[in-house]
């Protein structure tokens, strides 16, 4: 996309009191981008990691605390060996690459999911990522690897049944704090927009319990081709929706500021 402007810093039509404090993006279209150009599924991959290198960028200059990307869900071990192969290498290769410069921006990362089943290094990697960054104060950017949003309630009802069982709560306890409490994005916001690219609109797993009254934005960009004139537009959508949580109309975010 050709930018007409400069978007280096937060766009003048968006508001900063109104921009979201948390968005989740899954991030879809990697391989048809890469059809689409004769190229092997693996290359919209290649292409859509620098997309998320960029969008990180783009949250530090334009003031976006928290940032949530679907990585890979616990249903994606059901493409060809050599895809998930090829991804696991290229989440590897990303975090020793990038981990400098995002300790430079002071980024703060978190690997959401279960990581037990991903190759030890791998694992490794991210825990002492997480670790090293966990005091930065700049963007919190969340990935969620081998996650999947049934499995996380299904975690978090087994830990509450063990606090139960063990007597640290009582059954009348048991409420929307404490599962929330239980999740892996605890003690993150819930997202205020969710972005999926690709025309696709379902959310195939992705945080169902805390995109409860998140406002969703479609678009059928394909994620390699989602850069920052794409990520305005979706603020400027994001901006002139009316978030009513079940009570009466306010006014548009932007205007309500
Ligand atoms: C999203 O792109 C990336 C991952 C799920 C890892 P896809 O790989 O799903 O791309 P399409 O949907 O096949 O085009
Ligand atoms: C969702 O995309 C998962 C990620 C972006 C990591 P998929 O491409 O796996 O979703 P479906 O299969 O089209 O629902
Ligand atoms: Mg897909």
Request: aromatic share 8%.
């Amino acid at each position: 996309m050709t930018q007409a402007y400069d978007l280096s810093t937060l766009p003048a039509d968006l508001h900063p009191e109104a921009l979201p404090a948390h968005i989740a993006v899954i991030m879809d279209g990697n391989g048809r981008w890469a059809t689409e150009r004769g190229l092997p599924r693996i290359a919209g991959h290649r292409q859509g990691a620098k997309t998320i290198k960029n969008l990180v960028r783009c949250c530090k200059d334009w003031g976006i605390p928290v940032l949530t990307v679907y990585a890979f869900s616990t249903e994606n071990w059901r493409r060809p060996r050599s895809e998930v192969t090829f991804l696991m290498r290229l989440f590897d290769r990303l975090l020793r690459r990038e981990l400098t410069e995002m300790q430079r921006h002071g980024v703060r990362l978190r690997f959401l999911g279960d990581l037990s089943p991903l190759p030890e290094s791998l694992q490794t990697l991210m825990q002492d990522a997480m670790a090293v960054t966990r005091h930065n104060p700049g963007v919190q950017f969340n990935v969620a690897v081998n996650y999947g949003g049934r499995q996380e309630l299904v975690e978090a009802t087994r830990y509450i049944a063990q606090q139960v069982a063990c007597g640290a709560l009582t059954p009348d306890q048991i409420n929307e704090e404490a599962l929330t409490h239980a999740l892996c994005t605890h003690p993150l916001p819930d997202p205020d927009l969710l972005i999926r690219t690709s025309g696709e609109q379902r959310l195939s797993n992705f945080l169902p319990w805390q995109l409860a009254y998140t406002e969703l934005y479609f678009t059928d960009l394909l994620w390699p081709d989602f850069d920052r004139a794409a990520f305005h537009q979706a603020l400027q959508w994001y901006q002139n929706r009316q978030r009513r949580f079940g009570g009466l109309a306010p006014a548009p975010l932007a205007q309500s500021v």
